[in-house]
């Protein structure tokens, strides 16, 4: 697929700013890291890299279209769950003779993990309205809170950005991988689906959202470059004669 020369090159700028800031990064807590025995300090770094932001009180949600939740209440509402998985991502761990600049495998995970799922949260959160609701230690998942109403405008939104996801981000990302790391293409799987959640405070610093749909999104973001959806997703866009998986 070819991008317009313009947001390639907009895309480019920002994915390298964000390997620049996470090499940055490494350099600053890399001898503090080893000294204290690295491996499960990184891999606690990593999967909490963004926890601060994510956590809430009771009276600052940031699940699109509660930002109040009374701790004890029990909210319901419709969503659009929308998950990208990293395949196979434990074996980012292995260095190859390839990757250059990278002294080990968890320089490596940090990288692309602090860069990808930035990306991806950046290409499709450009609507206002959704919210990065978790950033996973190998993915990301997106919610996005819609009006009944607009359902079938809202998934085929949520479809296109899925498919900007794999045909554009991606394919810069690799590229820009490949050229500074040398590091072989990653792949990754989305899934989404759309169904009645509950919103509830689990403790005073974190509000979840419980729900078929987020589950099931989760299970269909295990393909390789491909976009997995609910029946009901299906329906919907089949309704507005959208050709699906093109």
């Known amino acids: ?38 491996n499960e300090c990184l ?8 926890s601060d932001s994510l956590k809430v009180r009771s009276n600052n949600s940031i699940i699109p279209g509660f930002s109040v939740i009374e701790d004890g209440n029990i909210y319901v509402g419709d969503f659009i769950a929308f998950v990208v998985d990293i395949r196979e991502s434990t074996s980012l761990f292995k260095i190859s003779y390839n990757d250059h600049h990278i002294e080990n495998g968890l320089q490596k995970v940090f990288y692309i993990t602090s860069t990808l799922l930035q990306s991806i949260a950046y290409t499709v959160l450009e609507k206002e309205g959704r919210q990065a609701v978790k950033l996973l230690g ?21 479809y296109k950005a899925a498919k900007t996801c794999i045909n554009e981000t991606m394919v810069i990302f690799n590229e820009v991988l490949g050229q500074r790391y040398g590091v072989t293409p990653l ?42 959806l609910s029946k009901n997703v299906e329906n919907f866009l089949k309704n507005e004669n959208v050709y699906l998986y093109e």
């Open 138 to 158: 190998d993915g990301i998942l997106v919610l996005f809170k819609v009006d009944s109403k607009e359902i079938s405008q809202e998934i085929l939104s949520v």
């Open 43 to 50: 891999l606690s770094s990593i999967t909490n890299t963004y």
């Open 187 to 228: 792949e990754i799987g989305i899934g989404i689906s759309y169904g009645k959640s509950i919103v509830k405070v689990i403790d005073k610093f974190h509000t979840e959202v419980i729900g078929e749909c987020v589950w099931e999104a989760s299970k269909l973001s295990k393909g390789r470059n491909l976009i997995k």
């Open 1 to 38: 697929m070819k991008i317009k020369n313009g947001k390639n090159k907009k895309m480019r700028e920002f994915i390298n700013r964000l390997f620049d800031d996470a090499e940055r990064d490494w350099n600053i807590i890399r001898d503090e890291l080893f000294q204290e025995g690295g």
